[in-house]
């Protein structure tokens, strides 16, 4: 199901703290989604718990781990992702088949603290995770060469102009759709390194998200690839 055929450059990137999931069949396929999440939770009921949590997150390969328990093997539930395939395809997918063709990394590279040993903690990543989130995205979207990226989380897209900076960059473009409920998505293209890619930020997927109000944006969006996401479930 894992595809470690380009470690030897995601490796390379600098402040990358994690791998991403990278399909089997990923850089072979006609449409290519990265799917890109925010920040990974660290918890513990004790300074003790949340340490060693911390330490599972340091490993490289913490996210592909994640995608493959809660993914591939199914072993608990990742609501997060449950919940953007509904939107997507207005039905949970096959998941087994389909993470052979798409991608998944979280943005801000270090673990937001979520213990509760000395009081219930709900650390929001800051400015400074966000333009490291930038850079890092700039050198992982040049080595899998995506055609389709969706953030979960619209905080990220206050950023997204940054990208114009790298002299990788030839072409750019975005702009604010109509809301969804209370959400501006933010919807754009830019190329990198000669690869296009079709760019959508939507609300972050947990709680209070509505997959069927976003279903609409998404099928408008990304046609082409949810028509060959459909084929593989």
């Not at 920040?39 to 781990?65: I, Q």
Request: charged fraction near 25%.
């Amino acid at each position: 199901m894992l595809s470690t055929q380009k470690d030897h450059l995601l490796t390379t990137i600098p402040n990358l703290s994690r791998l991403p999931w990278v399909g089997s069949e990923f850089n072979y396929a006609e449409r290519r989604l990265l799917i890109v999440g925010e920040s990974h939770y660290a918890m513990g009921k004790t300074r003790g718990e949340y340490e060693e949590d911390l330490l599972r997150h340091k490993n490289p390969d913490f996210t592909r781990k994640l995608i493959e328990e809660t993914q591939i093997q199914k072993l608990y539930k990742y609501h997060l992702l449950d919940n953007f395939w509904q939107a997507l395809f207005e039905k949970q997918p096959n998941k087994s088949k389909i993470w052979k063709h798409i991608s998944f990394y979280n943005f801000v590279q270090r673990s937001m603290d979520y213990s509760s040993f000395d009081g219930q903690k709900r650390e929001q990543p800051n400015n400074a995770d966000f333009k490291n989130g930038w850079a890092v995205f700039a050198e992982l979207v040049k080595v899998l060469k995506p055609t389709d990226c969706i953030f979960l989380g619209l905080k990220a897209s206050e950023g997204f102009g940054n990208l114009k900076t790298d002299n990788k960059v030839t072409e750019f473009d975005h702009s604010y759709a109509p809301k969804i409920g209370n959400m501006t998505p933010l919807e754009g293209s830019v190329t990198i390194d000669e690869q296009m890619i079709n760019v959508s930020f939507i609300q972050h997927c947990s709680s209070f998200f509505s997959p069927q109000s976003w279903n609409p944006f998404l099928q408008k969006r990304h046609p082409e690839l949810i028509d060959f996401l459909l084929t593989k479930v």
